[in-house]
């Protein structure tokens, strides 16, 4: 893909968490390592600060707030398990 279009592409992304989804993601366990490591990378660690501090559904602070003391393995908590969920959203 050439930059100019990797650029655009970065840029949609971005306007979608800020601007459509006030600061929430769409994706799912997995994309959302590459998804934080990608803002991080393109010096956006604001949005991606954004996104894991979000205290509404979806989020992982809307979980705190309701008592998780480890990472749902869904968003909603009467969708969840009792199995944790082990995959890091970090490096």
């Known amino acids: ?5 990797k650029r655009a592409a970065f840029e949609v ?3 979608d968490i800020v601007n459509q989804r006030d600061g929430h993601l769409t994706t799912g366990i997995f ?3 590459y998804t934080l490591n990608l803002l991080s990378d393109e010096s956006r660690a604001d949005v991606g600060g954004r996104i894991v501090s979000q205290t509404t ?4 602070g809307h979980m705190l707030e309701n ?3 480890t990472l749902w393995e869904a968003w909603k908590q009467d969708e969840r398990s009792t199995r944790t ?7």
């Open 31 to 33: 994309a959302t390592k």
């Open 1 to 5: 893909m050439p930059a100019a279009s």
């Open 13 to 15: 992304l971005v306007d």
């Open 85 to 91: 969920t082990t995959r890091c959203s970090a490096r």
């Open 57 to 60: 559904f979806p989020g992982w």
């Open 67 to 69: 008592g998780a003391t």
